[in-house]
């Protein structure tokens, strides 16, 4: 009799776990966020879900329990195909409407206008969780919706601005910088300023142009469908590519998990390599010449072998390279040169390798200042790149062994959790699977009013007392002094 407990115990958790069928919609055809997602939608494989994944990035060879719904052909992939011209001249608002257009209400419309989208949505098929990207739109919310599940939304960046209040996730611009402004936490009157003005805009401009992707939305699931900031405030669980270790602490909900996600590629040895990657969308072969001319010169100054993810053919012939410069896959490396990409620098975190940043746009500029800060990188701006410039950043950070010793300070703390990013992940997920969405994560905050959630109705009361108090005290003051004055007239 004494078994029976534990036996029904079993039995129940068991139970608890069986298997689902899992909707992953990844619409944005930018294939370094997709790197972090696929191994976790492998993962839930491995686990025994069955999970239906709509990307422009198909597997090259079929695995059992992930089916593809490829959306190839719907809308260009962004792979070492982009220019830095369309960034010019944007500054930063522009910059920010240029990424939600981009990644947003035009990779909505490709999406629902496709056959892949259709077939799903008219399909008998049921899913109890669908699992998306929050990054510039939230019309892909829409299928849970649809299908009445739960929803997981998953970042390759750290947090952006719109991201937290959905959650009731504290966003104090006071000390945690956005991706926009290249401050430490730590910041003077002027930059916090500055940031809280960048944050309050960033969620501004990304209401205003949420408008086109609510529109398509609706029109794709049906006008019955609630507007996606109200699908959105309801979104069961946000994995987030971030970690204390690299970013500064903060205070999170339950529902906001970290997981800081990495990809193990580069790994340290004595040789001496130096490897530079500016990412997978942008082609550094399209830098200006005296870039390019001034990094080749300075590279060829180093006793190093330098590794340049680039296709050497596609650089302007004008441009000479050293004969310690090769264009091939990278080996162990001892120095990363890298854009900020927010994935890259957490493999160089892992790794123990130090960078040299030249930040594009978007989130790089923060995430090298924050490496910068942690004595992990050197920073060099792009358009200012000659031989000098270049040499003298790398030689400071090949000869100073610092840099190295950070690297590996920091890459222990990285490790040094209780489970992997991985396991983090597909358990939170699950999790959420077990309790019909989780709905007990969810902070209340994330039910208020900005102004109530600042205690701003509050602050006006608290204000207010003492200025009636005083108001009624000076007023019957002034009463009874002129009853006085008139009385001993």
């Known amino acids: ?293 001034g990094l080749a010169d300075a590279f060829g100054e180093l006793p190093y072998k330098v590794i340049w993810k680039a296709d050497k053919d596609k650089f302007p012939e004008e441009v000479k390279f050293p004969d310690n410069v090769h264009f091939e896959s990278h080996p162990n490396v001892k120095l990363f040169i890298t854009h900020g990409g927010l994935m890259g620098g957490q493999e160089a975190v892992y790794c123990g390798v130090p960078r040299l940043g030249i930040p594009l746009f978007g989130d790089q500029i923060v995430n090298v200042k924050l490496a910068e800060n942690m004595g992990l990188a050197v920073k060099l701006d792009l358009e200012s790149i000659t031989k000098k410039s270049a040499l003298d950043a790398l030689n400071k950070m090949l000869n100073n062994p610092m840099y190295q010793e950070k690297a590996k300070e920091v890459s222990k703390r990285y490790k040094d959790r209780p489970l992997s990013a991985m396991d983090t992940a597909l358990y939170w997920i699950e999790y959420v699977i077990r309790h019909n969405g989780a709905p007990h994560l969810r902070s209340a905050g994330a039910d208020l009013a900005w102004y109530q959630y600042h205690l701003l109705d509050v602050a006006v009361i608290f204000i207010s007392i003492p200025i009636v108090l005083v108001y009624l005290f000076l007023y019957v003051v002034g009463k009874l002094y002129y009853v006085d004055a008139k009385f001993n007239v």
């Open 1 to 293: 009799m004494k078994w029976v407990i534990p036996i029904f115990c079993v039995f129940s958790y068991v139970r608890y776990i069986e298997n689902v069928n899992i909707l992953a919609v990844f619409p944005l055809a930018g294939k370094s966020h997709f790197n972090m997602f696929e191994p976790i939608l492998k993962g839930l494989v491995e686990r025994g879900h069955e999970v239906d994944v709509m990307s422009h990035f198909p597997q090259k060879t079929p695995i059992k329990g992930y089916n593809d719904l490829s959306l190839v052909g719907t809308q260009p992939v962004f792979v070492n195909n982009m220019s830095l011209d369309i960034f010019k001249n944007q500054g930063i608002f522009g910059e920010i409407r240029l990424m939600l257009k981009m990644g947003g209400s035009d990779t909505c419309e490709s999406t629902f206008n496709s056959d892949v989208a259709r077939n799903v949505r008219n399909s008998s098929k049921t899913y109890d969780l669908v699992i998306t990207e929050l990054f510039t739109t939230d019309c892909m919310l829409g299928w849970a919706y649809h299908f009445k599940a739960p929803s997981v939304v998953l970042s390759s960046s750290a947090a952006l601005p719109w991201s937290n209040d959905r959650f009731g996730n504290p966003d104090n611009p006071a000390y945690i910088p956005s991706f926009q402004s290249a401050y430490s936490p730590h910041m003077s009157l002027l930059q916090r300023l500055a940031n809280t003005f960048n944050v309050v805009t960033a969620k501004l401009v990304y209401r205003f142009m949420s408008s086109t992707s609510n529109r398509l939305a609706k029109e794709f699931f049906g006008e019955g469908m609630p507007d996606l900031d109200v699908l959105a405030y309801n979104t069961s669980l946000f994995l987030v590519n971030s970690h204390l270790s690299i970013y500064q602490a903060r205070p999170t909900v339950p529902n906001f998990v970290e997981v800081g996600h990495f990809k193990n590629l580069l790994t340290t040895d004595s040789k001496g390599i130096i490897y530079l990657s500016m990412g997978s969308m942008i082609m550094t072969e399209k830098f200006p010449v005296e870039t390019l001319q």
